[in-house]
């Protein structure tokens, strides 16, 4: 049943069927509720009136009261410019107009008094404001709202004089008819709790701000109901799943224990240990598992993923591991069989390169469950795909990959979903992980393997090139191996390929005694396949590619990563790419290459990058710098969709929020109590336009 808020705009006085076709196309406003979260972005003091003389040139937007003394017409043709001489009692300056000069001058007649406002400038000895907003000085004028409202607002727009004061105008209107009609979402109980004040205070507040103490309390109560809600739905979800989706009781050890005694190649970490634990205490309960395993690059995930794929095989079910690329799943492949040999067990490789004949094969020995392993790319999604019993689906590097192929991932055992273990080498912060995989279990594996040493980050400029060069030589003449990446270039693939050709023909020259692999993205399946193979067995001394290596490949005796560029890499990509190395005994070395001048942005970058190896760290930087629309997998998240409250600055209401969502469901999980009833008609509201949330995992 459509409620008051969901009426069409064109219905609000003021805007009518065009203004409400462009606010639909512009700023996706259909309904009274789009426009009452339109939320201004910032507002401008109104209370404060400059005089001339106090003018100076660190001065934003400043409001002047002035009369009108003299308007002339200056110029001609494209230097046309319309100039009003105005005063006020302690001196005098110029408003200026180069556009629409004949509509102004009508508005300008001599003697009158007006506020103008906008940047002040100096133009010789005088002050000027160029395209002032303008207005008549009233008798109330003085005492208005001290805070007036900016709207974001579109150039299309504001042609239809719908710019911020415009959409100012009609939000004054659809304020005031709405008020009476907005219903408060939060229980008392809460709003006492957590001292927010009432939804509609804030909702006028928020529009209207009569005093910067109100406009901060609503501010808090609307960013606070908004995390509050999104951590409820994702809390819920987690609650249904688990309550709706048995596990197959995958408990037995046995095979783990013989792994374990004759053919583990290392200690595991304590934090490998615990979270084998945690994964294991999940796929013997009897409820099926959704866990996300992070952890930074190198602390030894693929060991984590392969014991407990022996936990499930001791109990009868089998097991896939799921890759983002063909190049990783081979190395997993090439890795995994190895410890799969050795006990034994059948293992295979299904990507889009493998012969139809040899599918075929796989196809019949999962079914008859023959085949224990299967690791692959997308390429398991296909329907053909069918397992006699799928037990434990694991997903490495969870990010590369979407929603709806994950949830494809479940079809796959009829009887029971497989348990699901996520992987991602991309550590977030806690308040994004909160919200990204609020509805799954977290595990962290916060520890590397003993005797790493750190790898040795260092920042150089292109000029410095040779000296770069005599080092990677050294390197290599000792037994290294060497990857030199180049950025992808989004915007188009043949400049991406020409920047690593050229990069391969420079270092081909630079070290001709060397054989030099070289991958990029628009290269053949099988010579990817084949170059990098190359540089795994030791053939070729030099990796040049372009970020096509980022995700998990390990070649434990490459030493040294240079990132051409690198000023134009993101910090997490940056992280994943030097995670590349480190990986054997020997030092490793990480050299960042950029041109000499760099934004403000990218010098925190390669600072953060030289200063610490700490994965966490690094992306509390980037969520710091990018905000949080911008890292990876938030997009598809509907972390996206936040209006006012902000993941990278509100990490303390985000906390609260959750807490008290938290405590709303352990006492009343259906929201069936009368007091959470407010609680309830909100889910309930949302839950049309929401996204489709129910299957992250
Ligand atoms: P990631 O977590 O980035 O996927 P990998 O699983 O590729 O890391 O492991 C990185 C390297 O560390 C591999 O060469 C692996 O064999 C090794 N490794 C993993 N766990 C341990 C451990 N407990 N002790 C020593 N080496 C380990
Ligand atoms: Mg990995």
């Known amino acids: 049943m459509p409620g008051f808020f969901d009426t069409r705009i064109e219905f609000l006085k003021g805007v009518g069927p065009q203004k409400a076709d462009l606010l639909n196309k512009e700023l996706s406003i259909f309904t009274y509720g789009d426009l009452l979260q339109h939320y201004p972005f910032r507002y401008e003091d109104r209370s404060k009136f400059y005089k001339i003389r106090q003018l100076h040139s660190e001065l934003e937007n400043v409001q002047v009261i002035a009369r009108i003394q003299k308007v002339e017409l200056i110029g001609m043709g494209n230097k046309k410019r319309l100039v009003a001489h105005v005063a006020d009692e302690t001196g005098e300056m110029e408003m200026t107009w180069f556009k629409g000069i004949q509509w ?40 208005r709202n001290s805070f007036q409202p900016v709207y974001s607002t579109t150039e299309k727009l504001r042609a239809r004089f719908l710019d911020s004061k415009g959409i100012s105008k009609i939000m004054e209107q659809l304020v005031q008819v709405s008020y009476t009609q907005i219903q408060e979402s939060l229980p008392e109980e809460i709003l006492a709790a957590y001292q927010l004040i009432g939804k509609r205070e804030a909702v006028r507040q928020i529009h209207f701000p009569t005093e910067p103490a109100l406009l901060q309390n609503a501010r808090k109560r609307l960013k606070f109901e908004e995390f509050f809600f999104l951590q409820l739905r994702l809390l819920m979800m987690k609650v249904a799943r688990i309550d709706k ?265 630079a070290f001709p005694e060397y054989p030099i692999s070289i991958v990029y993205g628009s290269q053949k399946s099988q010579d990817k396949d084949f170059e990098m193979q190359r540089f795994v067995k030791g053939e070729t001394k030099i990796m040049v590619a372009t970020t096509v290596i980022e995700v998990g490949v390990n070649v434990p005796n490459a030493s040294v990563m240079v990132i051409e560029n690198a000023e134009r890499f993101g910090l997490s990509q940056l992280h994943q790419l030097r995670g590349r190395v480190g990986r054997g005994a020997e030092q490793s070395y990480c050299i960042l290459m950029s041109k000499y001048e760099l934004s403000k942005d990218s010098r925190v970058r390669l600072e953060t990058m030289v200063r610490t ?85």
């Not at 060991?303 to 407990?308: D, E, H, N, R, S």
């Not at 292109?462 to 050294?474: E, M, N, P, S, Y």
């Not at 352990?666 to 049309?688: G, H, W, Y």
Request: net charge neutral; hydrophobic share 40%.
């Open 104 to 143: 102004v001058q009508k508005k300008l007649p001599t003697g009158a008094v007006y506020i103008f406002l906008g940047k002040p400038a100096l133009f010789g000895r005088k002050w000027s404001i160029a395209h002032p907003e303008m207005e008549p000085l009233t008798q109330s004028s003085e005492k």
């Open 245 to 509: 989706y048995r596990g197959q009781v995958l408990d037995n050890t046995q095979l783990l224990t013989d792994f374990y005694q004759n053919h583990i190649p290392f200690e595991l970490t304590g934090a490998q240990k615990r979270v084998i634990r945690e994964a294991y205490q999940d796929m013997k309960s009897g409820k099926q598992m959704n866990r996300l395993i992070q952890g930074d690059v190198g602390s030894g995930k693929t060991m984590v993923a392969f014991i407990c794929t022996l936990i499930a095989i001791s109990s009868g079910a089998q097991a896939c591991l799921m890759a983002p690329t063909e190049i990783l799943a081979n190395q997993h492949y090439e890795g995994l069989k190895e410890y799969a040999d050795l006990m034994g067990l059948k293992i295979a490789l299904l990507t889009g390169s493998v012969k139809k004949s040899s599918r075929k094969i796989i196809h019949e020995e999962l079914l008859s469950g023959e085949l224990k392993i299967l690791i692959g790319t997308h390429a398991l999604l296909e329907d053909v795909v069918q397992f006699k019993n799928l037990g434990l689906a694991i997903v490495d590097e969870q990010h590369r990959f979407g929603v709806a192929q994950r949830a494809k991932l479940w079809a796959k055992n009829e009887e029971f979903y497989p348990h699901v273990l996520v992987m991602t080498a991309t550590p977030i912060p806690r308040t994004l992980a909160m919200t990204l995989y609020g509805d799954l279990d977290v595990s962290v594996i916060d520890e590397l393997p003993a005797g790493r040493k750190p790898i040795q980050t260092v920042h150089r400029y292109d000029k410095d090139r040779l000296k770069v060069f005599g080092f990677l030589k050294k390197e290599i003449e000792k037994g290294r191996q060497v990857y030199v990446v180049y950025p992808l270039i989004e915007e188009s693939e043949t400049l991406d390929l020409k920047n690593v050709m050229d990069g391969y023909e420079s270092i081909t020259r």
């Open 613 to 697: 190896n700490d994965g966490f760290e690094i992306a509390d930087v980037d969520l710091r710098l990018r905000g949080p629309g911008d890292l990876m997998g938030t997009q598809q998240s509907g972390i996206t969709d936040l209006l006012i409250a902000d993941l990278s600055k509100d990490a303390p209401i985000l906390t609260l929020a959750r807490d008290a969502a938290q405590q709303v469901l352990a006492e009343d999980s259906t929201l069936s109590l009368p007091k959470n009833q407010p609680i309830l008609r909100q889910v309930k509201s949302q839950k049309k336009t929401a996204v489709n949330w129910s299957r992250i995992s």
